[in-house]
């Protein structure tokens, strides 16, 4: 009988708060903007406390497992071994990618005039195709012009930067500020994960008095926290794999900048299966620089292996980890990218591996046959 009370001063709350958001919607969308505002660095010192604390167990079960070790001592040992650990792998990652790829930038721009000139050559050997496309070829442009209009965009940058040097400034502050808080929440998270979870569990009890839902709710998070571990392990694991063999196959095949285009493609394989064609683009017009028979050779290379990759690797190691069918990573990323861009792609597929594990496990337990009564 008090269940069925609570139930329905429940159900009377919930309609009470729909029907006042229904009616103050634009104020209610103003009120949860400004809160969001608000909150964003305690949201991104989550989501880094999240990544941290799966390098953070690793740490604490393997190999800082220890009796004679107080609890304190190993997870501020944990805590700090993880931290170094994500700095060490990013600034790996970046000195490895930004001075290549900003020397490959200065030599494509230098080497636009010159590749100019080869297109056009090429095309006044074969008029047949300039007819073809009149409007885009009605224009005749020399290395001059070419060279003018380089001259003019970077002007424009330049002056386009001078003019908004407050503004810059002004960002960047702030975008360090809200890094360095949430820095700080997510080693606060971090260090007092149990104590939250027990206060949490305490208010729990205290104000949602059903244990059904309750039940519910930590089984929802336990199975959504499930999914994102193994996507983003699983998604780690794959783009290692997807980058060596890159950078192996590189440098039997004798490509330039194989080590750092693998690495590039690596780390872009973290976007899932559109990440690593981002990274071929790039390769392509670095090797392109070089040699273009050799950017052509990198095309085929790189379908190849990505095909490979998706047949025998990908599935095995990220689709088996979250248990979502082939088609279905498909669709997750298509409409994530289609509503929220980059966050939609890494958000999809585990936040679609929840809903589907959520469904399975409820289709079986509705389909499993009721026992026999008069057994």
Not at 114 to 138: D, G
Not at 153 to 162: A, Q
Request: with cysteine.
């Amino acid at each position: 009988m008090k269940e069925k009370k609570d139930l329905i001063r429940y159900a009377v709350l919930c309609v009470a708060a729909l029907f006042l958001i229904t009616h103050y919607w634009d104020l209610a969308v103003s009120w949860i903007g400004t809160f969001l505002k608000a909150v964003q660095p305690l949201l991104a010192g989550c989501v880094i406390a999240y990544i941290l604390n799966l390098i953070m167990n690793f740490y604490e079960r393997r190999l800082l497992y220890s009796p004679k070790m107080r609890p304190g001592m190993r997870r501020a040992a944990s805590i700090s071994l993880s931290i170094v650990t994500l700095i060490l792998i990013l600034t790996l990652i970046v000195n490895m990618v930004l001075p290549e790829l900003r020397s490959c930038i200065q030599i494509l721009i230098s080497s636009i005039p010159a590749a100019y000139n080869q297109v056009m050559a090429f095309l006044n050997q074969y008029p047949e195709v300039t007819e073809l496309f009149p409007q885009f070829f009605s224009t005749q442009m020399d290395m001059q012009s070419v060279r003018k209009l380089l001259d003019q965009f970077l002007s424009w940058m330049n002056s386009g930067v001078g003019a908004s040097v407050f503004n810059y400034i002004t960002s960047v502050f702030s975008v360090v500020v809200n890094s360095f808080m949430a820095f700080i929440f997510a080693i606060y998270l971090l260090a007092c994960k149990e104590w939250m979870a027990r206060q949490f569990n305490r208010l729990w009890d205290t104000y949602f008095l059903l244990p059904v839902i309750k039940k519910r709710f930590f089984y929802v998070l336990e199975t959504l926290n499930g999914c994102f571990h193994r996507f983003i392990v699983g998604q780690c694991t794959e783009a290692v794999i997807l980058g060596t063999l890159c950078i192996i196959g590189m440098l039997i095949f004798q490509f330039p900048y194989a080590v750092m285009i693998g690495v590039l493609i690596g780390v872009t394989a973290l976007i899932p299966i559109f990440g690593a064609y981002i990274g071929g683009v790039i390769g392509f017009i670095m090797i392109f620089t070089v040699s273009p028979v050799k950017s052509l050779f990198f095309l085929i290379f790189l379908v190849v292996l990505q095909q490979l990759e998706g047949q025998f690797i990908y599935p095995r190691v990220v689709g088996s980890s979250i248990g979502l069918p082939g088609i279905l990573v498909f669709a997750a990323v298509t409409v994530g990218a289609s509503l929220f861009g980059i966050m939609g792609v890494l958000l999809g597929i585990p936040l679609m591996a929840t809903v589907y594990q959520l469904l399975k496990d409820d289709l079986r337990k509705r389909e499993r046959p009721a026992p026999d009564k008069e057994e």
